[in-house]
């Protein structure tokens, strides 16, 4: 149980164009969402936090028109880089928890380049 | 001071030795304690989650010591499968956020 999934795995798209990455709680109804993104030998950093039907909390210095979250649903949300730039290229990781537990699972991630 | 410390390694053991981890926090009020173990450009798997009165799972045995805001990962007769990272992740209170340390890189040496 309390599998994660994230699409694409790897995408590689020019400087300028957007990306949408999906993820999904593929046994379970996740009550919060989570989107982190990790640079080569950096640790998780917290993008923002999406709760289904809501919009999502974005941490310090994230921009929020940059990096846009949908939680349409409670097994499904979305992240999408808008105008992406080859300092956005890492690897993004959703993690979804359930009710009120406070156990994260993660999702597979996403290596994003961008050339 | 960071929130969350770990020292980055790499730590280089040989088979059978026994290593452990600290990560040290700077919130007081941080409520739940986790280690995960990340293997190259995979995502972090949760090891365990670190309770007041410590724990154990087979080879591994993590603490809490709240008075000197510390965590610590044991690993007991190492195998070359424990080379991973290993990260610890911190939840505060009421929010169910995780704060990640930037982890330690384990070697297990033949």
């Known amino acids: 149980g309390a599998v994660v999934s994230q699409h694409p795995s790897w995408v590689i798209c020019k400087s300028g164009t957007s990306v949408k990455i999906e993820c999904r709680s593929l046994?379970?109804?996740?009550?919060?969402m989570f989107w982190y993104r990790q640079f080569p030998k950096q640790s998780l950093m917290l993008m923002a936090t999406?709760?289904?039907?809501?919009?999502?909390?974005?941490e310090q210095g994230v921009e929020k028109d940059k990096f846009l979250i949908n939680h349409a649903s409670l097994t499904l949300s979305t992240l999408t880089v808008t105008s992406a730039h080859p300092e956005d290229s890492s690897f993004y990781i959703c993690?979804?928890?359930?009710?009120?537990?406070?156990?994260?699972?993660f999702g597979p991630g996403t290596r994003l380049t961008v050339l | 001071r960071k929130e969350v410390e770990q020292d980055p390694g790499p730590f280089n053991v040989p088979e059978g030795a026994t290593v452990a981890f600290n990560c040290t926090y700077s919130?007081?009020?941080?409520?739940?304690f986790f280690w995960y173990r990340q293997d190259c450009r995979k995502e972090p798997k949760l090891l365990m989650s670190?309770?007041?009165s410590g724990n154990e799972d087979g080879r591994f045995t993590a603490q809490l010591n709240r008075a000197s805001q510390y965590i610590s990962l044991l690993i007991r007769d190492s195998k070359l499968s424990d080379s991973a990272t290993y990260l610890c992740?911190?939840?505060?209170?009421?929010?169910?956020?995780?704060?990640f340390g930037t982890g330690t890189r384990l070697k297990v040496l033949a």
């Open positions: 919130n007081s009020a941080s409520q739940s």
């Open positions: 993690s979804a928890r359930e009710g009120m537990s406070r156990e994260q699972f």
């Open positions: 999406s709760n289904e039907g809501s919009k999502a909390t974005y």
């Open positions: 046994d379970f109804q996740a009550t919060t």
């Open positions: 992740a911190l939840g505060g209170s009421g929010t169910y956020k995780y704060i």
């Open positions: 670190v309770y007041s």
